[in-house]
């Protein structure tokens, strides 16, 4: 008896002497964030560092509201950018399980409207293919000067980018890619093709993300939007998690800032699920703690079947005109719309008006950070941006 009471005693002490450490290591990385914070190119930020059994540090920092003098917190809600586009990733494993589609399909097996290469008529483009970003479609500039919608019609106090069109404007996603990727279509132009056939070149492209999407919606006869609520948000309980305003409390949506003083009017994307979901650190640190549960054989959303082709590379050099190697390149390497760094960090960054976003883990640490701001970078609010990241990675085995 006295043993198990030594025991549990020692227990109690180690645990409360990692607490306090813990907290001293939490609250010197706050200071830190907060020194970084007060150059003020920046105007509200929140991170997050995880692991597959919970979260170690998360906070937010500056302003989601500069006039209404409102905090940017944890809990502050904005679209992620790019980092949308590893959700298609899981949906499309989750899509494959139900046994509606195979990532191996060609992608005219389930569209509504044909879409080919015109420079390789006879080279069908796959789903992998669009999942690894090399099915040779480009993103042409209509996808820049359609695809922003404002949400509303009038904007006084806010900036409107030169790109943002009117709420009248708004097309249904299958519309809007229609109208680039199929032949007689309005925007369609043979040079929104690569002149290099399917499969054979890395080619980073927004619209191909949005295809893969809408491949989801016709595979299982459910909007894309509903399927990953179903299959990811929900068992995820990521309740602040949406891709439209209308699926989220706005209430808790951080403005956006062209820089440390000019508001951007807000604005959906007609190709949401490429960039558009709206969430949280603390709700994106749940997802990364999936993903990191995952790639562990651990994970409770898809198979462990499917979590290792989530994150199989499947590319090779022969794929790249050019590889670089940094170590937060999520472009060196794809999984299924999953990047894979040269070092080993695994996830997605993410970047557009007002938004500016990171996420990674380490595959060997099993340690994973975000970073979600809510200001255009220019060139010291890049600098700020970095400074921020790296902090996050000089405390990440320290908590």
Known sequence: MKKIIITLILN????????????????KLTQE???????????????????????????GFGYSNIKANKKYTNNTIQNIASISKTFIGIALLKAQELGKLNLEDPINKYLPFDVSNPHFPNEQITIRQLATHTSSIKDPSRYEKNGYILKEAENKEAKVNRNFRSPSEKMVLDEFLKNILSQDEKWYKKNNFLKIKPGAIFEY?????????????????????????????????????????????FSKHSKLYLNNE????????ANYPDGGLITSSTDL?????????GYSSNGKIL?????????????????????????????????????????????????????????????????????????????????????????????????
């Open 285 to 293: 640190g749940k997802y990364l703690i999936e993903l990191i549960a």
């Open 12 to 27: 109690i002490l180690v645990s409360t002497i990692y607490c306090q450490t813990n907290d001293s290591t939490s609250i």
């Open 205 to 249: 492209s927004n619209v191909a993300a949005g295809l893969a999407a809408l491949i989801i919606e016709k595979a299982t006869n459910q909007s894309f939007n509903k399927f990953t609520n179903e299959y990811i948000l929900k068992p995820l309980e990521m309740f602040d998690t949406g891709w439209s305003f209308t699926e989220v409390d």
């Open 303 to 399: 198979t462990n079947e499917s979590y290792k082709k989530l994150f199989k590379p499947y590319l090779t050099d022969k794929n790249f005109k050019e590889r670089n190697e940094s170590v937060y390149n999520d472009e060196y390497n794809m999984g299924v719309f999953m990047g894979i760094s040269a070092k080993g960090q695994i996830g997605h960054t993410g970047g557009d008006p007002g938004v500016a976003t990171h996420m990674f883990f380490n595959s060997e640490t099993k340690i994973g950070k975000l970073l979600i701001v809510n200001t255009d970078l220019k060139k010291e609010g890049i600098k700020e941006f970095i400074d921020i990241w790296k902090k996050l990675e000089e405390y990440e085995t320290k908590l």
């Open 33 to 59: 964030l907060e020194k970084i914070y007060a150059r003020e190119y920046i105007n509200g930020f929140s991170v997050a560092i995880v692991n597959q059994d919970g979260v170690l540090y998360e906070k």
């Open 262 to 269: 000019t508001e951007l009017a807000f604005y959906q994307l």
